[in-house]
């Protein structure tokens, strides 16, 4: 059973920066996928982005492109996003999540393990 711990959260002003982490455990395969969802009061999660541990390849949806980068650590088997450029529609929950695949799904379906969530909130 994997286990996902985030840490990182918090407030900061816009066009400011934030770096989320995201500690796993209990992962026995490595054709494994991680990545970020995040979900805004009042809307449905939305897949944020992602990286396959097997190949590096990463994914980033359009609204972060540009502003946003997904790294790993092998040996600590942790991810981490760089939130630079805030604005405040990047206000949300954000979800560590995590899936035994081969490449990086953007249906939050496809993930099978989430972490408890990190408040992110950018002020104007």
């Known amino acids: 059973q994997v286990q996902l711990v985030e840490s990182g959260g918090g407030l900061v002003q816009a066009g400011g920066s934030l770096r989320l982490s995201c500690a796993a455990s209990?992962?026995?395969?490595?054709?494994?996928?991680m990545g970020w969802f995040r979900q805004a009061p009042g809307k449905e999660q939305e897949f944020v982005t992602g990286?396959?541990?097997?190949?590096?390849?990463?994914d980033y949806a359009d609204p972060v492109k540009g502003r946003f980068t997904i790294a790993r650590d092998n040996a600590k088997d942790t991810v981490y996003l760089q939130m630079n450029s805030l604005k405040p529609e990047d206000t949300a929950v954000y979800y560590c999540v995590a899936t035994y695949r081969w490449t990086v799904e953007t249906d939050k379906d496809a993930y099978n393990y989430w972490g408890q969530g990190t408040q992110v909130t950018v002020s104007s």
């Open positions: 209990g992962r026995t395969f490595s054709n494994y996928v």
């Open positions: 990286i396959s541990w097997i190949n590096g390849r990463t």
